[in-house]
């Protein structure tokens, strides 16, 4: 079987099959809506019990698209009585959902200009013109790149593509060490950096909007970026020495950057639409920066410079009708949990229960970190959708987080940099399997990616254990009482 063929994620299922799995999921939750409920529990919250139960099945199962599941699950909470129409869709009029419409359109700006590309070249030729170089460029490239693409799965495809043209101009060898070094370094700039940003990833956006309203007034765009250094920048600096040292080709391998500048030149000067958009992303990351000092919220500057791009022509009509409406729906399904569970008290019935079988863990957060980053790894081997993994957790685990004196944006940040870092399987990220194709599927074998998925993984929970302390001195964590 082709490397190609085995990156493949799993076939979708028949409609047989579907229709078998939905009527069982449907006679499952109305199962456990029927039960008597536990101390802690109504009806209405056995209700919101079985129908969140419904949707995780069928996430986990993959009957229909993740969008679609969200939206139906927002739908039975309004049939069921848990939720008023206007209370299970209000989070449609957030600031949160409304900033990554912005972002994701200026993110498509940024693509269609090639902007991306030229930066991208421009980092590669600045540095040192040989494979410790290169490697150091394409992680550099992506962090610095990160808040300007929120799809990461987008963000990926387009720098697997570049990476596979660099690899063809410098005429490697399929599937060698300095192929792999090369499109290893792309994942770690690309995606595993995103949670270094607010608006780096889809799974950022739904930390912040599961965080309760009084924690996420704190936590501003600078804010997110200065708490996350502390464990990320470890993580992405064990990786890069364990590319370096792994899949280094030797002193001899030393690479002409004449292609790198032709490509350059192919580009021609930067064209108005390029020049454009540069100065409103600059403009919109400075508003972020500095929203401490005005607090306009931050979706203001992205809707600001979305309308900016459009009325100065850098995106058109077309491009406009292109913004992924599945992944706004899916995300507003994503965040509804948090709603359903918190007003029908399930989360604080949750945590209740999961008190006793984690009390252990939550005597230090020495040991507590560590334990939601394995349960994470270990549920990625059920739930496919990565955000959706995020929200059910996120909610699911909050109460006890906190009675534990963990910050909730601490526990999204440990389920995020756990969760995408979890690749031994092609159907268990859909990001890295993107990148794989991208790429023409012949730059690293499946074999090579569960070692770096491993490797990535002790990374992450040394980058937590590292960044546990500065947190404690930033109040993100609590000390509980002996």
Same mark, same amino acid.
């Given at each position: 079987?082709?490397? &190609? ?8 299922? +028949? ?5 078998? *799995? ?24 056995? =209700? ?68 991306? &590309? ?15 170089? +290169? ?8 962090? &610095? ?10 963000? =990926? ?34 995606? *595993? ?37 502390? =464990? ?40 108005? /639409? ?23 919220? /931050?979706?203001?500057?992205?809707? &600001?410079?979305?309308? =900016? ?101 601490? *526990? ?71």
């Amino acid at each position: 079987m082709s490397q &190609a063929a085995k990156a493949r994620p799993r076939p979708a299922l +028949q409609r047989e099959h579907r229709l078998v *799995l939905c009527a069982l999921s449907v006679l499952l939750s109305f199962g456990i809506a029927s039960l008597k409920p536990p101390s802690g529990l109504d009806a209405k919250g056995m =209700a919101a019990l079985a129908i969140v139960f419904w949707a995780v099945f069928n996430w986990v199962l993959g009957v229909f698209d993740d969008y679609i599941v969200g939206l139906m699950m927002t739908l039975a909470c309004v049939i069921a009585g848990v939720l008023t129409f206007g209370k299970a869709f209000e989070v449609y009029s957030t600031s949160t959902w409304w900033l990554l419409v912005g972002v994701i359109g200026i993110g498509v700006a940024v693509e269609r200009s090639g902007l991306l &590309a030229r930066l991208a070249l421009r980092t590669l030729l600045a540095l040192p013109n040989n494979f410790a170089g +290169q490697c150091t460029g394409l992680v550099i490239s992506g962090m &610095a790149l990160a808040p300007a693409l929120a799809a990461v799965t987008g963000k =990926a495809a387009i720098a697997a593509r570049f990476v596979s043209g660099m690899k063809k101009s410098l005429a490697l060898e399929d599937y060698g060490k300095y192929s792999t070094g090369l499109f290893m370094s792309m994942f770690v700039g690309f995606v *595993l950096a995103s949670p270094l940003y607010m608006t780096a990833s889809v799974g950022a956006f739904v930390i912040y909007g599961l965080l309760p309203e009084q924690y996420r007034s704190g936590i501003t765009w600078t804010y997110w970026l200065l708490a996350s250094i502390p =464990a990320i920048v470890p993580l992405i600096a064990i990786m890069l020495a364990f590319i370096l040292r792994r899949y280094n080709p030797g002193p001899d391998a030393i690479v002409s950057s004449r292609k790198l500048e032709e490509e350059l030149r192919a580009l021609g000067s930067p064209s108005r /639409n390029e020049i454009v958009t540069g100065v409103v992303l600059v403009l919109i990351l400075v508003a972020w920066v500095t929203e401490p000092l005005h607090h306009v919220a /931050n979706a203001v500057p992205a809707l &600001a410079g979305l309308l =900016a791009l459009v009325m100065t022509g850098v995106l058109d009509r077309k491009a406009f009708d292109e913004l992924p409406l599945s992944m706004l729906l899916f995300l507003g399904a994503i965040l509804n949990i948090g709603t359903v569970l918190s007003e029908t008290r399930v989360d604080v019935w949750i945590g209740g229960t999961l008190s006793p079988l984690l009390a252990g863990a939550t005597a230090s957060p020495f040991i507590f970190l560590p334990v939601i980053a394995l349960l994470t790894v270990i549920l990625r081997f059920v739930i496919v959708s990565y955000s959706a993994l995020i929200g059910v957790l996120m909610v699911s685990l909050m109460p006890l987080a906190t009675k534990a004196g963990v910050h909730p944006w601490v *526990l999204g940040t440990v389920l995020h940099v756990a969760g995408q870092c979890v690749f031994f399987m092609p159907y268990q990220n859909a990001v890295y399997v993107v990148a794989h194709q991208a790429s023409g599927g012949r730059m690293a074998t499946w074999s090579e990616a569960r070692v770096v998925s491993l490797v990535s993984l002790v990374a992450a929970v040394i980058g937590l254990l590292v960044a546990t302390p500065v947190w404690l001195k930033m109040g993100l964590i609590t000390m509980p009482p002996r």
